[in-house]
């Protein structure tokens, strides 16, 4: 079956420093990719997508780019700030066997920044 | 994307009684999602719920404990039946919205249902 799997949290960067959160995948065809945040106490925002091999999604100074031959995703920021502090999740999307649209999540990765 | 309001956005319980949920979107959609997301976890999809069928269950949901409304293409509702603490988790519902062909499936999600139960 599907399955995603993130870096260990939780991560913690002094403000302007780079972020890089690994998430790898398993998952038969071809799925689309998805990053998504969670601010405390808030629901799940999508942060950015890649639908297909070598797509590089990206949303507010965030990147991941959609790696088939190391079947991998990994979220980056060049310069995270404070604001930033959040859990971030790693997600596929593929259908079941029973062919039903489903997300398969990771465990998600909570970062904090400071100042 | 599609707007979603979730009521109520908190609530305490005792255990033993039933609490319901509602999600609202601003669109009409085919595919909503419900998901529970207990404390300091991920998300663990509990149901699919299409308008005009039955809800979907996944392995360790069942109708009885989680009983799920979908009259219109805007609205669904979940049950929390005769809840125990074990059932304190945020509950969040999610919409599919496709922007073009096969593939291009997103979900977005509302804001979440924060339940303690004592």
């Known amino acids: 079956g599907n399955s995603v799997t993130q870096m260990e949290g939780p991560v913690t960067l002094s403000e302007e420093a780079f972020l890089t959160i690994n998430c790898t995948y398993t998952?038969?065809?071809?799925?689309?990719l998805f990053w998504y945040v969670q601010y405390p106490g808030e629901g799940l925002q999508l942060l950015l997508k890649?639908?297909?091999?070598?797509d590089k999604g990206s949303n507010k100074g965030f990147e991941a780019t959609y790696r088939k031959e190391t079947t991998s995703f990994h979220l980056e920021k060049g310069s995270v700030q404070v604001s930033d502090s959040a859990v971030y999740f790693c997600a596929l999307s593929g259908t079941t066997g029973a062919g039903s649209y489903q997300l398969t999540f990771g465990k998600g990765t909570k970062l904090s920044v400071i100042p | 994307s599609a707007v979603i309001s979730q009521k109520p956005s908190r609530d305490i319980c005792q255990r033993g009684t039933s609490l319901t949920i509602q999600c609202q979107v601003d669109?009409?959609?085919?595919?909503m999602f419900w998901y529970r997301q207990q404390p300091g976890q991920s998300l663990t999809l509990i149901a699919t719920a299409n308008q005009g069928s039955e809800a979907t269950y996944e392995s360790g949901f069942v109708i009885d404990k989680f009983p799920i409304s979908r009259p219109n293409l805007t609205f669904s509702t979940l049950t929390v039946s005769n809840m125990s603490p074990e059932d304190s988790s945020i509950y969040l519902c999610?919409?599919?919205?496709?922007?073009?062909?096969?593939?291009?499936?997103?979900?977005?999600f509302g804001p979440g249902t924060r339940l303690t139960v004592l």
């Open positions: 890649a639908t297909k091999a070598d």
């Open positions: 998952a038969t065809g071809y799925p689309s």
């Open positions: 669109s009409q959609v085919t595919m």
């Open positions: 999610s919409v599919d919205q496709r922007a073009g062909g096969p593939g291009t499936d997103t979900q977005y």
